[in-house]
């Protein structure tokens, strides 16, 4: 549906802590399942804002998902923070990453960090592509290997939201998976 530009978004005011303490409080048996550290850092003073949340909780858990298959050991942390682009005080997260699809802006950014495997600079724009895979493995390990498709749909979905996702990353260190979404900061938490 999305290929075809059919699909919708069902635009709601969410808190957001709440929501992503959701997400996350989901996903965390799988993780610790696997003997990784999970935490949660998300603070009660985010905006609110405006968005699709079946959306915003595939993208979540998609993340959320890579990094618990590509972290054999350690940890992932999930947080969010919110980003002025005006404001050079804030805690860039991802520095001279943020999204160009607004200047001046506001933004959310809601974190999956991981100490995993990583992916080398010459690969983190193509893994948004579909059907491309970094190490995808052997066919019999189908558990790892996917489909190639998770971070394309992600992406378009984020992007759907009038938002982003982008990466940093280095071979073994890990990840940090950033979903960028515009903030309207005039909005009480």
Do not use: Y
């Not at 999970?38 to 905006?47: G, Q």
């Amino acid at each position: 549906r999305m290929a075809a530009g059919r699909s919708e978004v069902h635009e709601e005011l969410v808190r957001l802590r709440p929501f992503v303490i959701d997400v996350a409080s989901e996903m965390e048996p799988l993780a610790t399942g696997r003997g990784l550290t999970f935490s949660i850092s998300v603070p009660a003073t985010l905006p609110r804002i405006v968005t699709d949340l079946s959306h915003l909780r595939r993208i979540l858990v998609n993340l959320i998902g890579n990094a618990i298959k590509f972290t054999p050991s350690g940890s992932i942390v999930i947080r969010a923070m919110q980003i002025r682009d005006d404001d050079l005080t804030a805690p860039a997260p991802t520095p001279g990453r943020r999204p160009m699809l607004v200047a001046h802006g506001s933004w959310v950014a809601l974190q999956v960090a991981d100490s995993g495997i990583g992916i080398a600079a010459i690969d983190q724009e193509r893994i948004f592509e579909e059907f491309e895979q970094v190490n995808p493995g052997s066919r019999a390990d189908s558990g790892r290997r996917g489909t190639g498709l998770g971070l394309a749909i992600s992406r378009r979905l984020a992007r759907l939201l009038d938002g982003d996702i982008s990466v940093e990353s280095d071979v073994g260190n890990g990840s940090v998976f950033t979903v960028w979404l515009p903030a309207d900061s005039t909005k009480p938490a």
